[in-house]
């Protein structure tokens, strides 16, 4: 039990009623209760206790004590003797242990692996380089010292990333070509007049993730000519007369779900002004925040219809067919045959008889090469 406390590192809890420890031979004696009783019997102004006993007590049970009379005196000593005899007895002493025990075993059951218990003596090893990506890291165990045999930090991080990309390939080699059995046929929506546009960043944190951009044609909604031009003069500079469609967006609240619920909230108040609320009649529409862009357009004159197609095709037949009798009556005159042969004489006419050098012996052993 001790040994299982120290390694839990646990301090042994006390009953309310046991007294601190003292002289055993104390507990062994059976006569001491009734010789402390004749004894009070004798002297009962007398208001201390044997040294052996209340010594043991500490301040505050001490202090209880002398509050008590003798005969109390005598069952609180009694009664502390038998609950210390109870606490010490082998039968107590071995369900203390199991319980202990049991407590050790879940404390180490919910005490990560890889982490040493506070205090503990021996330190739990952690999952090495080689466990990487494994079910069960610990398995593995910690990676051999390093003996200038082994890559650099650079390297495995290289490793790392080539690992990483092979099991990308693998998916797509392997499972993405399954999601073609769930591909449906593209239905352009014919019932949702709003379009709504998020922002994504892949992942990270950023301020305009959160910005919603609402578009839409004021052409699309159920309003008369008479209300839909209200809209637009609500609309203000947020229509772009050249589109046809009015831009909204928001990002004063903290989720994209929150702007797009105020956007949806904000058309649903403009149809309602525009339906219910004035027409401003005497109001203009103001359109000098566009920007008007001169385009400029294919006449109409200068597009190919289906009649001059045709006729376009035929006189390019037409010509096709004059070239090739031309060709066989000797008309046209082939100009790279014409160039080759004239090269061909050019060559045939500039050819030179180049001469030999031979080799003469003079006297005297030299050689000399004459021309």
Known sequence: ????????????LRSTYRIRP??????????????FANSTRHNASDTTAPYSFRESLDSSTRAFYDSLSPEDRIRYEQD???????????????????VVSEAAYHVSRQTP????????????????????GEPNEMDSGEDELFEGDDMSSIAHGELEQHRELRTYARIAAWEMPLLSKLAKPFEPPTTTPLRFRYTTY?????????????????????????????LIKLAGVRYDPQRDL?????????TQAQNKRYLGDLVDTLITEAKEGEGFEDVGVDFRHVKWKDRKEFPEGWKLSG??????????????????????????????????AAMRSARAEERVEIPVAKRVVGGKGRQRTAR
Not at 80 to 98: C, F, G, H, Q, V
Not at 246 to 254: D, G, K, L, Q
Not at 311 to 319: G, I, Y
Request: include cysteine; glycine fraction near 6%.
């Open 113 to 132: 692996r890889d982490k040493p218990m506070p205090g503990g003596d021996e330190q739990r090893f952690k999952p090495g380089l080689m466990a990487m």
């Open 202 to 230: 892949l992942g990270e944190t950023h301020p305009a993730a959160l910005k919603i951009v609402c578009e839409f044609s004021p052409i699309d909604l159920p309003l008369t000519p008479a209300q839909r031009l209200t």
């Open 307 to 340: 009649g001059k197609r045709k006729a376009l095709e035929e006189r390019r037949e037409e010509r096709e067919r004059n070239e090739k009798e031309r060709l066989a009556r000797g008309e046209i005159v082939d100009g790279v045959g014409v160039i080759e």
């Open 1 to 12: 039990m001790a040994s299982t406390m120290h390694t839990l590192r646990l301090t042994a």
């Open 22 to 35: 003292r002289p055993r031979h104390y507990l062994l004696q059976p006569a001491l209760a009734s010789s």
């Open 246 to 254: 009015v831009r909204m967006s928001c990002e004063m609240f903290e």
């Open 80 to 98: 502390a003797i038998k609950l210390d005899e109870y606490m010490t007895s082998p039968a107590i002493e071995a369900r203390l242990n199991a």
